[in-house]
């Protein structure tokens, strides 16, 4: 099951640059959040602050408190164990190359020293099955190279790989950005499907794709969340000038 | 009948709405024309077809010459080592004699000091190398990250004979005094530290060669680990790697082609390394297990006899010895390549 996000006070720094501002924010448990806004409001940043990449550039900087279910992240645990319950995927699909399908979709618990054989068989196939790419792979799962793939199923393939570790938040960064539409469709067919399972947080470009798969939206502008409400109140009657302004198209 | 169904079907709903109200592009209107120059310029500049011929056949004849400069060495070094070749024949390569008054010639004893050199220097420098390149490329601070590899590119610029100097003056005592007494003690059961040891041989020519090739192997080791994608790192850190996890899957397994070319540039060098070796192995052209004992090296063994060869049989066989040097570096090269291929057959395959 997934668990909620609680975020009071959130800042984040690249070097000199103040990206995120004072961001609270509640993301309920087992939904899906999208977070829309224009390029270089600091949505991307804010998700990376929620598992801790964002620390991995060294001029970054972070303060506030995140809480991802009962754990405050930045005080009671270390950046791999945060990793380890809150899964990425990034915008665009990063599989292993030297790696087969099959260890691309292990590697996250072989790295963390799981190897009994029959468990991992179990939960690659049942990764692969969640991320609707198992019937196009089942028959090269070792014979292939993560790389060897489409680009739509190189994607799928990076959710598979997120999912086989059982995270309990799954962000994802403008994951179908890089995709033609029909790749983009089974990608939102997808965090329909797991949102029941997992909390999603979604950044996208595409308000479309944020009104077709999320319950709430929310709205960066200037490294600020503007608004935060359920995605139909977002679409159609926005408090905030700033928010309609941008959803009908005025700028941005 | 295609087109037809095409024209009469209506746009959908939401391509409509967007052609018909396009943005409104407030102060980017640009006034006037670009300027006719522009157009008219490239009109004029042609196919280029002629120049791109001439660079083709320019490349082509620098890329076939490297070509016949090889050829040409092989064909001078079987033409001058012809009285040896035809005294000794394929006996050359694996006889232990070496006596030049009596004019019996073997080359066996250098080929083994070479491998022998080559080989050890490789498992020294290699696991050296990449720890610096690591340390260098994932771990030093950014500021500090040019100053240390120009440090280390610094090690690539010092000629060989000064480095044989310091090893006869430094590294010659502290292997007969410290080092040696301290491998005998506890790894003399493998009987590769036995004999008397003076501080000159094998191993002494093997840590001078690994000293002289660790820049080589780990500059091509961080430009390779350099180029893999912040992508990889990120990928494999959002699973949950610690940073060492991390350099192992995302850096060091996909700069491993890379890496294992720039062993083989390292190895290229060990294998032809004449000055510094010759004035710590030895020189004495003898077939022993222990690691103390004085050896010979191809290369040593020419640059040692060269001016001293009387007699047109032992020049002979002294050019023979550098035909044996070419031969060992091909059939190397060879192997070690064949070696890459094989180990990464499938993933490169598959990358494509």
């Known amino acids: ?252 | 009948m295609a087109d037809t169904r095409i024209k009469d079907a209506e746009p959908p709903a939401l391509l409509k709405l967007q052609v018909n109200e396009p943005h409104a592009v407030a102060g980017h209107a640009v006034e006037g024309k670009a300027p006719a120059a522009i157009r008219e310029f490239l009109n004029k500049r042609g196919s280029g077809a002629a120049g791109d011929g001439a660079f083709g056949a320019l490349v082509l004849a620098c890329a076939l010459s490297i070509l016949g400069i090889v050829v040409l060495i092989l064909f001078v070094l079987i033409q001058q080592s012809k009285l040896s070749l035809h005294a000794f024949g394929l006996k050359f390569f694996i006889t232990s004699a070496w006596d030049p008054v009596m004019g019996d010639f073997g080359a066996l004893p250098f080929i083994y000091g070479t491998l022998v050199t080559s080989f050890l220097a490789l498992c020294i420098a290699v696991p050296l190398a990449l720890c610096v390149a690591i340390f260098i490329m994932e771990i030093c601070p950014k500021p500090l990250r040019g100053p240390v590899a120009f440090l280390t590119e610094l090690l690539a610029a010092i000629p060989s004979v000064v480095y044989g100097l310091w090893a006869v003056f430094v590294l010659v005592p502290i292997m007969r005094d410290h080092l040696g007494p301290f491998l005998v003690k506890f790894f003399g059961w493998t009987g590769l530290f036995s004999g008397t040891n003076f501080g000159e041989g094998l191993l002494t020519a093997s840590i001078i060669l690994s000293i002289m090739i660790l820049p080589v192997i780990s500059s091509i080791t961080r430009e390779v680990m350099g180029a893999v994608p912040v992508s990889q790192k990120e990928g494999v850190l959002a699973l949950g790697a610690t940073r060492w996890e991390m350099i192992r899957i995302a850096v060091l397994r996909n700069a491993r082609v890379g890496i294992v070319g720039g062993v083989i540039l390292g190895l290229g060098r060990a294998l032809g390394e004449t000055m510094a070796v010759t004035m710590v192995i030895g020189n004495h052209p003898d077939i022993a297990k222990s690691l103390f004992a004085p050896g010979y090296t191809l290369a040593s063994v020419i640059a040692n006899e060269f001016t001293e060869a009387t007699g047109d049989l032992y020049l002979s066989a002294l050019i023979e010895i550098g035909l044996a040097l070419f031969l060992v570096t091909v059939v190397v090269n060879t192997i070690a390549r064949l070696l890459v291929w094989f180990v990464t057959r499938n993933s490169a395959r598959e990358a494509r």
């Open chain 1, 1 to 252: 099951m997934g668990v909620g996000i609680e975020v009071k006070n959130l800042n984040a720094w690249y070097g000199q640059t103040h990206t995120l501002r004072d961001i609270n924010l509640t993301i309920p448990a087992n939904s899906a959040t999208a977070l829309i806004g224009p390029s270089g409001c600091g949505k991307s940043t804010f998700v990376r602050c929620l598992n801790r990449m964002h620390e991995t550039n060294p001029s970054a900087r972070v303060e506030g408190m995140v809480k991802v279910g009962d754990i405050d992240i930045y005080n009671d645990a270390a950046p791999v164990e945060i990793r380890r319950r809150v899964g990425m995927v990034f915008q665009r699909p990063n599989p292993f190359p030297t790696m087969s399908i099959y260890d691309n979709v292990a590697s996250g618990l072989k790295l963390n020293g799981f190897h009994n054989r029959k468990v991992l068989d179990e939960v690659v196939e049942r990764s692969l099955k969640q991320a609707a790419l198992w019937n196009e792979v089942k028959d090269d799962l070792k014979k292939k190279s993560g790389a060897s793939l489409s680009g739509g199923q190189q994607q799928r393939l990076c959710i598979a790989r997120a999912l086989a570790v059982d995270p309990e938040v799954l962000l994802m960064d403008e994951p179908a950005s890089a995709l033609d539409p029909a790749s983009t469709s089974k990608i939102e067919d997808l965090i329909f499907e797991l949102k029941d399972e997992y909390s999603i947080v979604i950044v996208t470009h595409n308000m479309q794709q944020a009104a077709r798969v999320a319950e709430n939206t929310g709205f960066f502008l200037n490294g600020q969340l503007v608004e935060f409400a359920p995605t139909s109140t977002i679409f159609t009657k926005p408090h905030d000038k700033r928010t309609e302004d941008y959803i009908t198209g005025r700028f941005g």
